[in-house]
C-alpha cells in the first residue's frame, strides 16, 4: 500500500493532547470534545462570575450628565439591586449567556485551533506574533459570529430592568421585541466596538497564556502544565485584557444600550463620552470588571483544561 494513501494534511500534533485550553478544536474528535468542554465551563463560569458582569454593566450605563444616574459605586448599586429585584436581579441576562456560551466558545477555540495549525513550526510552537495574530483571528470570529447579537440582547436586558416598567418578559420575549421593533440588526449594534473588544480580548489573552505556559515548559509543547499555574496565567492574561481594552467595553456597551439611538456610530460614541464625562468614564466598571476578568479566565482555562484531559482519557 502507498505510504501516501491516507496521509492527513497536517502533520501529528500529539503535544496538543495535553495542552486542551490551546486545542479547543483540533481534528477529529477533538474538534466536538472541545465544543462540549467549552459549553460546560462556559456555564459554570458564568454562573459563578455574572453578578459582577451585572455591576459593570451597570455602572457603564450610568451617564452622570443626565437622568439615568442611579449608583454611587459598586456597593450601592448591588445594596439597590437586591432590595428592588431581590438577590437574582443581579442575574438579569444569564440566560442570554448561557444561550451563548456554547457556540461562543466553540467559535472562540476553533478559530484559534485553526489559526495556530496553520502558524506552528515543527515543534509546534508560536512565535510572538502569530501568538497575538491567532487571538486576533479567534476574537473577531467570536465576535461576529456569537458575541455581538448576545452581549446586544444582554446589555439591553439589563438596561430594560433600569426602566419603571420593563418591557421584556424573559430571553425569547426579549429577543423577539428587539427584532420587532429594530430588525436584526437590532442585535448587531456595537458590532465595530465588539470586533475591537473581541479582537484584542482574544490576542492579550492568548498572548499571555501562550507565551506563559512556554516560558513554563521551556518550549517543549509536550510539558505538563498544572492546572492552578493554568489558573495563574489565566488571571494574569484576564487582567492584561481588561486595562487593554475596557476604553472599547464602555464605547460597545453604550452603543449596545436602550439609548444608543443618540449616538451616531462607535467613534462618535467615544467623542461624545470623551467631550462631556472625560477620559475618566472609558475606565467605568475597571474594578467589577477586572474581578469578573480575571475569575472568568481564570476559571475558563482550568476547567477547559480539566475536562479536555478528562474527555481525551475516556474517549477515544
Given amino acids: 500500500m502507498d505510504s501516501k494513501i491516507g496521509k492527513l494534511p497536517f502533520p501529528s500534533r500529539p503535544y496538543m493532547n495535553r495542552n486542551g485550553a490551546a486545542a479547543a478544536a483540533g481534528g477529529g474528535n477533538l474538534g466536538v470534545k472541545g465544543i462540549i468542554a467549552g459549553g460546560i465551563t462556559g456555564g459554570i463560569e458564568i454562573c459563578i462570575t455574572f453578578p459582577t458582569e451585572y455591576v459593570k454593566t451597570q455602572l457603564q450605563l450610568d451617564d452622570k450628565t443626565g437622568k439615568t444616574k442611579q449608583y454611587n459605586g459598586i456597593v450601592d448599586c448591588v445594596k439597590k ?7 437574582l436581579g443581579l442575574y438579569r441576562g444569564l440566560s442570554v449567556l448561557l444561550y451563548g456560551s456554547i ?14 495549525t496553520m502558524s506552528v513550526d515543527s515543534k509546534g510552537n508560536l512565535s510572538p506574533v502569530q501568538r497575538l495574530t491567532c487571538g486576533l483571528g479567534a476574537g473577531v470570529a467570536e465576535a461576529i459570529f456569537a458575541v455581538t447579537p448576545m452581549e446586544t440582547v444582554k446589555v439591553k436586558f439589563i438596561n430594560d430592568q433600569r426602566s419603571a416598567n420593563p418591557r421584556f ?13 429594530e430588525g436584526i440588526g437590532g442585535t448587531y449594534k456595537g458590532v465595530t466596538a465588539t470586533i475591537i473588544k473581541q479582537g484584542s480580548n482574544q490576542a492579550i489573552r492568548f498572548f499571555v497564556m501562550e507565551t506563559l505556559k512556554d516560558y513554563y515548559r521551556g518550549g517543549d509543547p509536550q510539558k505538563h502544565v498544572p492546572k492552578l499555574v493554568v ?3 489565566g488571571a494574569l492574561a484576564g487582567a492584561a485584557s ?8 464602555v464605547v460597545k456597551t453604550r452603543m449596545q444600550g436602550l439609548e444608543a439611538s443618540k449616538y451616531k456610530n462607535t467613534l462618535d460614541c467615544a467623542v461624545q463620552i470623551w467631550k462631556h464625562e472625560g477620559p475618566k468614564a472609558f475606565y467605568k466598571g475597571t474594578v467589577p470588571r477586572l474581578s469578573r476578568v480575571c475569575l472568568d479566565v481564570a476559571i475558563t482555562f482550568m476547567i477547559y483544561d480539566s475536562f479536555m484531559d478528562l474527555f481525551n482519557k475516556v474517549w477515544k
Fill in 231 to 233: 489558573g495563574a496565567f
Fill in 103 to 116: 457556540p461562543k466558545s466553540a467559535v472562540r477555540f476553533g478559530a484559534f485551533e485553526q489559526f495556530k
Fill in 242 to 249: 481588561v486595562f487593554g481594552n475596557t476604553p472599547v467595553d
Fill in 169 to 181: 418578559k424573559g430571553f425569547f420575549h426579549g429577543v423577539r421585541e428587539i427584532i420587532r421593533t
Fill in 81 to 87: 439591586t437586591v432590595r428592588s429585584h431581590g438577590f
